[in-house]
């Protein structure tokens, strides 16, 4: 396998889900060899922030990277979009904190790259192989990721479990040969309704307007209660606001939520600086295990 980048730069403009600031992100064909950086163009030509577990330095609710200082916000959908289409090499410009959310997919990004085109460069592409199984429990939690060398394709599988009457438990898989522009980029980010009511309270959902969510309502709440917020983030009433999904939208597959956890997975999974050879086997993982594991995987590369 040779490795890939764009043809072209694809450009898109949108807020970010949590800072709810504007940025406008292109990304654009790089070298081989160069993997995945982002620029903050913002803040100068040198602002650069490379797509690697290390400088991981928050993962409340997405992932963010640090370097010198320099923030990116919201990595997580970009990089899973960039793997799940197979991309060595690509920079990440960006003219502020936050990685527009765009509809809360990977869908956008994933169209608007390959209709400008996916590039075969020179170089043979070094997968990321592993000197030994790696595996992250959390046996209070009931989490467990486990990453196994293999000769085999590489393959994903997710299993999640969030005690949700709605969500029900719900698994995912993926592999390389199975279409992710199909199969997994369409996957929207979820939340619940009483944690958006929380985050809306105490100021952390700025950009989240709820067109870029699925809505989980867990518990009745008041109709009231839905209208009040509702108004509050500036968006339409839904008609039907009872126990289940929200109905602004319809799913787009009846396991999108793991299909979104899986998206996040392969993201977070790509901060280990490229493509692994491995089996992954991740139980109620979130971007916080999904870094560590990266992490854990940069320190036992062959
Ligand atoms: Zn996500």
Redesign the pocket.
């Known amino acids: 396998m040779k490795e890939r980048t764009l043809v072209q730069p694809c450009s898109f403009e949108g807020k970010g889900l949590h800072t709810g600031k504007v940025a406008r992100m292109t990304i654009s064909p790089a070298a081989e060899g160069s993997g995945i950086r982002f620029l903050r163009s913002d803040l100068g030509p040198d602002a650069f922030v490379d797509a690697l577990a290390v400088n991981v330095s928050n993962t409340a609710r ?1 992932t963010t990277l640090t370097q010198n200082g320099v923030n990116v916000i919201t990595v ?2 970009i990089l899973s979009a960039l793997t799940g289409l197979g991309i060595d090499n690509a920079l990440i410009s960006l003219d502020n904190e936050e990685i527009p959310i765009l509809d809360g997919s990977a869908k956008p990004y994933c169209e608007a790259i390959v209709k400008g085109g996916i590039a075969t460069q020179n170089a043979e592409r070094k997968y990321i192989e592993l000197s030994r199984e790696i595996v992250y429990e959390d046996a209070v939690k009931g989490i467990k990721v486990t990453v196994t060398p293999t000769e085999k394709e590489p393959s994903y599988a997710i299993h999640v479990d969030f005690g949700s009457q709605v969500v029900g438990i719900q698994d995912a898989s993926w592999t390389p040969s199975l279409d992710y522009a199909k199969e997994i980029a369409p996957c929207r ?1 979820f939340v619940f309704f009483h944690e958006i009511e929380y985050l809306y309270k105490n100021n952390l959902i700025k950009g989240g307007d709820i067109d870029n969510a699925i809505v989980i309502v867990e518990h009745p709440v008041p109709r009231e209660r839905v209208e009040a917020l509702c108004q509050g983030l500036s968006i339409p009433v839904p008609a039907y606001t009872g126990v289940g999904y929200l109905d602004n939208m319809a799913l787009r597959f009846e396991n999108e939520c793991a299909r ?1 956890k899986m ?2 997975l392969l993201g977070d999974l790509r901060l280990c600086g490229g493509f692994l050879k491995a089996e992954v086997k991740a139980v109620k993982t979130g971007h916080f295990v999904n870094s560590q594991v990266a992490r854990m995987i940069l320190e036992n590369k062959k």
Do not use: N
Request: aromatic content about 0%; hydrophobic content about 15%.
């Open positions: 997405s997580e959908h980010t979104h998206l996040d």
